[in-house]
């Protein structure tokens, strides 16, 4: 009678534990999920805009409607005598840019010249001229 406690004891102890089954891979458990595994990839370029068609005198523009949308200049410096010169075209260029990134399609040309003696360049190459929206 005094082993029937005892075996009563250890049965009670384990319970079921002989009957358990370790979980197989093909549980309800979700695996875990990585957030970037199957997004899509989209790369946003950077496109620079055309330089701006280069207008030199205000007769080009007879009978062709635009906008004014103001006053773009452009320019490059020569820091000292042993950089190369400034190049007027480098400057035009610029300014062409510039009216680009106004969103405008024309450039109308006031002036382009040489200066000398400017605070921090030897010499400079200075474009100024009007950035207008051209309408075909």
Known sequence: ??????CILVLSLTGCAWLHT???STSTQAAPVSPFKNAPVTRK???RPQP????????ELVGKPFRDLGEVYGSTCQVSLQDPP???AAARKEMQMRAAYMKGNAVLLHQC???????????QAVCQGTALKVTQ
């Open 1 to 6: 009678m005094r082993a029937l406690p005892g």
């Open 22 to 24: 370790p979980p197989t």
């Open 52 to 59: 701006a068609k280069l207008y030199k005198t205000a007769e």
């Open 86 to 88: 400034p190049s007027l």
């Open 45 to 47: 370029t950077s496109t």
């Open 113 to 123: 010249e040489m200066v000398r003696a400017v605070a921090g360049c030897y010499q």
